[in-house]
Structures are given as C-alpha cells and as structure tokens.
C-alpha cells in the first residue's frame, strides 16, 4: 500500500473556486499513472469545500472514491476586507486535521505514506491554507481560531506532543517526503541577499568584512537584520553593533541560517529524520501556471540560488521549476 496526501489551500484573494484543487487534481493523475505495481490511496484535502476525497487504486485493476464531508465549506462572509479569515464559531478544516490523519497513518500503516503535498499560498511560516491568524498569548500553544500552518509551534508540545511526533514520522516511507509548492516570500530578507551576492568576493572567507552602510539601505532592512544578528552576537557585541561600520561575513552567513532554520520546510525536514522536504529558497516567490507547477525564477535569480546551493548545501529538483531540497544537515556557521 503507497498513501498519498495532496492540500489545496484557498486562493483567499479572489475565493476563486476550485483553484488549487485542480493543482491537487493534477498530481493524483501522475501519481496514478506513475504507479501500477501496487495499491494506492490518495487523499486530498480541500479546504475551501470541506470536503476529503478518497481515490483508492488495486492492483487487479478496480477503482474506488468516496467523498468524506466532515466541514464546513468556507464562503465569502468568511472573510473581512482585508482577506483575512473568521471562522464564525463553524468548523473548519484546520493544518491541525491534516497532522492528526498522518498520524493516524502512523498508528496503522506504518511506513506507508509517500508523499505530503501542499498546494497553497505559502510564506516562512508554513502554508497558508485559509490566512487565518495566530492572536493566541499561551506561548507555545495555537490559537485554536488559527488553521494554518505556523512553524514555530506544530512539532513540539503542546500542538504535537512526543508520541504524537513519533506517529507523525512513522507514517512516512523510507522513500517519502514532503512538498510545500508555495511561496517561501520574504521581501526585506530577499534584497539583504541580493546586497550580499553583490558585496561579497566570489570566495569570500568568513572573516571578509561587509560594508554595513552599503548592505542595509533603509529602515525595515537593518531593524530586521540586526533583530537577527542578535542571536548569533555575545551581549558586548550586540551592544556595540550599531557603532560599527563592516561585519564580518560569518554574521552574515548566520542571518541566512536563521531564516532558513526559521522556515516551515527545515522544520519539517527536522521532524521527518531528514527525509526530503521540497520548497523554494528563502525569500523566493512560486507560481503556479495552468500547465503545471513552477518556481517564478526571474534571470537575476541565479545567482541567488548558486549563493545558496554554495554556502548552505542546497540542492535544486528541477523537474518542477527550482524547488530545492531542504535537510536539518544544511550547513551552518
């Protein structure tokens, strides 16, 4: 048996019907046509009609599909005038469901779940299935209103509580991985590295002093550079960081690798024991054409990706557009 679990979020901009299921759509039929040596179950998952559709292929031959309803469908009143989610006291397909189904698969069909997919608008966070927000002041905890995916709190207590992580990683097989086809977009974070790539020598050593001045150009650029900085500077050092006028290029390499560890992608990467996890860069855009799904890689970012691939050890899946590959075994200061 190969499980397979395809997302479609919500194109909350437009509520346009039915955009990314047909993203979803369109994987299950290459799945189906990839693989005819074993039974297979796809799941898809779509947020905007509440709706689980259950596609389950035998090797004799025999189809099946049943169509599981167990939400609510999410309709215009839904959102405000700024696109932003309210549940209205309804329930709603939340990341939280999805987690609790691949668990279920962990419990009971141990090792058999091939692929996680997320079709969606997406950012550092994770994907954003509805665009709801996070307003929860318990720490750790989730907003229990918020149904998208938040990084810094689905793999640990109290979202996901050990065992439960332990369920999590044995639904996947050996061969399995996860796949999040949206954006990973960051602005600020973007043009700090393009700054980088431009500074910098072809080789530079860790020691190679950066020009501040010429790195952060406005204000939303050095209140985000040095709000990271902080984490990799001993208190001395933080505190005469704005004195000084060159960094040396380790701190740069560390801003880099917050963002990158800060990601929804590394994280997975970290509760899946470094299975492959596929996404775009950080700071990079995705689009999703009519023919299939790629990568908006405008011809200035190549360089942005060798950067990448260099420093951090990424690898580039070309066969979708450059989506790469993302490890908890990327290389860090």
């Excluded at 047909?22 to 509440?50: A, H, P, T, Y």
Aim: glycine share 4%; hydrophobic share 35%.
């Amino acid at each position: 048996m190969q499980i397979y679990i395809l997302v479609a979020g919500i194109e909350y901009h437009s509520l346009k019907p039915n955009f990314f299921l047909k993203f979803c759509v369109r994987r299950k039929e290459s799945i189906l046509k990839k693989n005819i040596n074993d039974n297979i179950e796809i799941l898809i998952f779509d947020f905007q009609s509440g709706i689980i559709h259950k596609y389950s292929k035998y090797l004799n031959g025999s189809e099946k599909y049943k169509k599981i309803k167990n939400y609510s469908m999410i309709r215009k009143i839904n959102y405000n005038n700024y696109n932003e989610f309210k549940p209205n006291g309804k329930k709603f397909m939340s990341i939280i469901d999805i987690y609790k189904v691949v668990q279920d698969i962990g419990s009971n069909n141990k090792n058999t779940l091939m692929e996680l997919s997320f079709f969606s608008h997406s950012y550092n966070d994770g994907p954003i299935l509805v665009n709801s927000y996070d307003c929860s002041s318990c720490g750790n905890g989730r907003d229990i209103n918020d149904m998208d995916a938040r990084a810094s709190k689905d793999f640990r207590p109290p979202t996901m509580t050990i065992s439960n992580k332990k369920k999590f990683q044995d639904a996947f097989h050996k061969d399995g991985y996860a796949w999040i086809w949206g954006c990973n977009a960051h602005s600020t974070f973007k043009k700090i590295v393009f700054k980088i790539i431009k500074l910098s020598k072809s080789n530079p050593a860790d020691t190679l002093l950066i020009d501040i001045k010429n790195l952060l150009s406005n204000n939303d650029q050095k209140k985000y550079f040095w709000y990271v900085i902080k984490n990799y500077m001993s208190p001395k050092e933080y505190n005469n960081a704005f004195n000084i006028k060159k960094i040396q290029f380790k701190y740069i390499k560390s801003f880099c690798c917050y963002h990158i560890e800060s990601s929804y992608s590394y994280s997975l990467a970290e509760v899946l024991n470094n299975r492959k996890v596929y996404g775009v860069l950080p700071g990079m855009f995705a689009e999703y054409s009519n023919q299939t799904m790629k990568v908006n890689v405008e011809k200035n970012f190549k360089d942005y990706i060798k950067f990448f691939e260099k420093y951090f050890y990424f690898k580039i899946k070309n066969n979708y557009g450059d989506y790469c590959s993302y490890s908890c075994k990327l290389s860090v200061p």
